[in-house]
């Protein structure tokens, strides 16, 4: 039996590697940063999600050096037993602050936090409607939970209405989405969720990890996006995106929910309590967004011109304000040859391809950052257009 599983495994590796959608690994030598080291040399990253440039902000790694000496590296226990110091409650009153939310929950991920939402507030008396795009993470914590689960058709308002009515019989409903959808970069339309949610009695949750801290006029998110602040109940995201991304996550929300959670929710209480030295340095990302509004407007004005330009260049990308940026080439096998010809040229990019998305829908992820100059947003067109007419996409 042992020998078979092992040689079912290699012809599904085999199967992957034929057909192109093989995932490479590659070794960064330096640190996380636009000019990125490999092993081949110099190149510049447009496939990070460090939307604001601080992964290694000076001020991001002083404040790591001086809460490692105070704080130690880690807790080496869980939140209820001996694993909380009074930097987690700083960070989760400034993330509420922050938010316009009551309470705020730390976990290790938004994958724990969404792991270990639905579990928690809801039993089979209950339902989920969840937008058919949602992150992983949010099917799987649904998946966990024993409320009925209906599904509505991207971003489509009359499906999610529909799958409302169908869900009225229940007693808590629960619209879950992401804020902005990782492979497309496009908002949901949380206004008229809101409206929708308001006209049946239900619950939204909204996982805002491609938003938190850089999207919206203040960083505040697709929330603040589409003005929807207060009107939100439940809002998940990351720490390990724009707020310095090291890791770490959080659930925002009323104080009856956050109270329930440390209660019950079992990523929370049978996983270690995230390093102090990530909650320390968490707290001071949050400080500098809030102090330095040029951070959230430079990327807004990278991410209008670099759309500008690979538009005029003659690509198709999705439209929208995000500066996720899909370049979106359809076969699988030429997004890896795309990405690969575009690291030859010193651009550093991926090529997405299914399971990630669906098939047939294969693209290049282009991500933008507060810290790319003017300069390097030109030069990545410039080995766009290049390598877009070797391949035959121009």
């Known amino acids: 039996m042992t020998k078979n599983i092992f040689e079912t495994i290699r012809s599904e590796l085999e199967s992957i590697r034929v057909s192109g959608l093989y995932k490479e690994e590659r070794v960064l030598l330096s640190q996380q940063q636009v000019r990125i080291q490999i092993e081949r040399g110099e190149v510049l990253n447009f496939c990070a999600n460090d939307y604001l ?10 404040s790591a050096k001086e809460a490692l000496d105070l704080y130690g590296y880690g807790m080496a226990s869980v939140r209820f037993i001996c694993g909380t110091q009074d ?3 700083q960070l989760e009153q400034a993330v509420s602050e922050f938010l316009g939310m009551e309470d ?5 991920s938004c994958f724990d936090a969404n792991g270990g939402l639905f579990e928690t507030l809801l039993t089979e008396k209950d339902a989920v409607i969840s937008d058919r795009l949602n ?28 799958q409302l009515k169908r869900a009225k019989k229940y007693r808590f409903r629960v619209i879950a989405t992401d804020g902005v959808f990782s492979m497309d970069g496009d908002v949901a339309p949380l206004d008229e969720i809101c409206e929708m949610a308001d006209r049946y009695d239900a619950i939204v949750m909204v ?5 938190t801290g850089f999207f919206g006029a203040t960083g505040r998110g697709s929330i603040e996006y589409c003005n929807v602040m207060g009107r939100v109940q439940i809002v998940a995201s990351t720490f390990g995106k724009a707020l310095g991304g090291a890791s770490g996550g959080f659930t925002a929300a009323a104080n009856e929910v956050t109270s329930l959670l440390r209660q019950r929710s079992r990523p929370y209480l049978f996983s270690n309590s995230l390093s102090p030295v990530i909650a320390a340095t968490t707290l001071k990302a949050v400080d500098l967004i809030t102090r330095s509004p040029e951070l959230v407007k430079k990327l807004r004005s990278n991410t ?26 359809g076969e699988e096998r030429l997004a ?6 575009m690291l030859d040229e010193g651009i550093y990019v991926v090529g997405f391809s299914y399971p990630v998305v669906p098939r047939g829908e294969a693209r290049i992820r282009v991500q933008i950052s507060a810290a790319h100059e003017t300069q390097d947003l ?17």
Not at 104 to 108: E, F, G, K, P, R
Not at 378 to 390: H, L, S
């Open 378 to 394: 030109d030069r990545a067109v410039t080995a766009f257009q290049k390598v877009g007419g070797e391949l035959g996409i121009l």
């Open 104 to 108: 705020t929950v730390l976990y290790s």
């Open 87 to 89: 930097v987690h409650k």
């Open 53 to 62: 440039g601080l992964a290694n902000h000076p001020e991001i790694l002083e």
């Open 135 to 162: 992150h992983a993470s949010i099917i799987d914590g649904i998946r966990l939970c024993k409320a009925a689960r209906f599904r509505y058709n991207h971003a489509d308002m009359n499906h999610l209405e529909t």
């Open 304 to 329: 209008a011109y670099f759309r500008e330009k690979i538009t005029s260049a003659g690509f198709d990308i999705r439209l929208g304000d995000h500066p996720i940026i899909p370049i979106m080439l």
């Open 336 to 341: 890896g040859q795309m990405a690969a010809k």
């Open 207 to 211: 996982d805002d990890s491609h938003a």
